[in-house]
């Protein structure tokens, strides 16, 4: 007789789950399988006490609650990128509250459901509800202890997640870009050599990317016009060029070199 432990399990259904939804890709039901397994997750919530900002800090004060969401959030990692999009957005918006119980296992779980979501070509989320958790994991970036892995994660979603929500919504995307840059100025100033590389990497592709003639150009007109008196708030690029001339003072002054190539780019 085999016996198979807890772990096995749970990663056999979970397989069969994808599976699943893989066999349901294109047809009508896929909404309502989906639906399902949205609703399971909101039930698990409600267990554990995590439904809402008001109560997610339960969640972890109830260990078994708290280990089945972990669970669910593993089982979503395979599920999230094939399900239909209203279910999967109404998945997402608990991330938020979730991130909020800042505990390293529950972040690492949902870091690794968006990598998922960045890196399928054809799930559709609502991306101001992405970039906000994008954001919210970039600014955590200064406002809380991470481990290396967890910055070089956070480092590579900044890189694949907006690259995503910036083909959906350009206009809402740019408006982020400075943050998202902050962040990664932060992750670069680490004393993790993952990290840093991974930041690089991303700057790079961001200013391939995302940085254009127009959004140039519009800094320009500005300081032209504030030459004339006329008074406004930075552009992004603006904005942008200074949390790049920080890559050059005193915190980041070990990796000169990685912040040079990082301003070369943006030139």
Same mark, same amino acid.
């Given at each position: 007789?085999?016996?198979?432990?807890?772990?096995?399990?749970?990663?056999q259904?979970h397989?069969g789950?994808?599976d699943i939804?893989? %066999?349901?890709?294109?047809k009508?039901?896929?909404v309502p399988? %989906?639906?399902?397994i949205?609703?399971?997750?909101?039930?698990?919530?409600?267990?554990?006490?995590? @439904?809402?900002d008001a109560?997610?800090?339960?969640?972890a /004060?109830? #260990?078994?609650?708290?280990?089945?969401?972990?669970?669910?959030l593993?089982?979503l990692?395979?599920?999230?990128?094939?399900?239909?999009?209203? #279910? %999967?957005?109404?998945?997402?918006?608990?991330?938020?509250? !979730?991130?909020? !119980?800042?505990?390293?296992? *529950?972040t690492? %779980?949902?870091? /690794?459901?968006?990598?998922?979501?960045?890196?399928?070509p054809?799930?559709?989320l609502?991306?101001?509800?992405?970039?906000?958790?994008?954001?919210s994991?970039g600014v955590? *970036? @200064?406002?809380?202890?991470?481990s290396?892995?967890?910055?070089?994660?956070?480092?590579?979603? !900044?890189? $694949?997640g907006?690259r995503?929500?910036?083909?959906?919504n350009k206009h809402?995307?740019?408006?982020?870009l #400075?943050?998202?840059?902050?962040?990664?100025? +932060?992750?670069?100033a680490? /004393?993790?050599?993952?990290?840093?590389f991974?930041a690089?990497?991303?700057?790079k592709?961001? $200013?391939?990317?995302?940085? +254009?003639?127009?959004? *140039? @150009?519009?800094? $320009? +007109?500005?300081?032209?016009a504030?030459?004339?008196? *006329?008074? @406004?708030? #930075?552009?992004v690029i603006?904005k $942008?060029?200074?949390?790049? /001339?920080?890559?050059l003072d005193v915190?980041?002054?070990?990796?000169? +070199?990685?912040?040079f190539?990082?301003?070369?780019?943006?030139?």
């Open positions: 007789m085999v016996y198979f432990n807890g772990l096995q399990v749970r990663n259904s397989s789950l994808r939804l893989l %066999s349901f890709q294109r009508a039901i896929l399988a %989906s639906d399902g949205a609703r399971c997750f909101e039930r698990l919530l409600l267990l554990a006490g995590g @439904s809402n109560n997610t800090g339960s969640a /004060e109830g #260990p078994k609650g708290a280990k089945e969401v972990i669970h669910m593993d089982a990692k395979c599920c999230l990128p094939l399900m239909a999009s209203k #279910p %999967s957005n109404t998945i997402l918006k608990y991330f938020t509250a !979730l991130l909020g !119980l800042r505990q390293p296992i *529950v690492k %779980s949902i870091l /690794e459901n968006l990598h998922a979501v960045g890196d399928s054809t799930v559709q609502k991306p101001d509800m992405l970039l906000d958790l994008i954001c994991l955590s *970036v @200064s406002t809380e202890r991470k290396g892995d967890e910055l070089a994660s956070i480092a590579r979603l !900044l890189n $694949i907006t995503k929500v910036y083909s959906q809402i995307f740019v408006v982020k #400075p943050l998202v840059f902050t962040s990664l100025g +932060d992750i670069l680490s /004393e993790f050599e993952e990290a840093r991974c690089v990497e991303t700057f592709g961001l $200013i391939d990317n995302c940085i +254009d003639e127009n959004m *140039v @150009s519009q800094g $320009i +007109d500005q300081i032209k504030r030459h004339q008196g *006329v008074r @406004s708030n #930075p552009t603006e $942008i060029c200074a949390i790049l /001339e920080g890559l915190r980041c002054s070990d990796v000169w +070199d990685k912040s190539l990082v301003i070369s780019l943006a030139f």
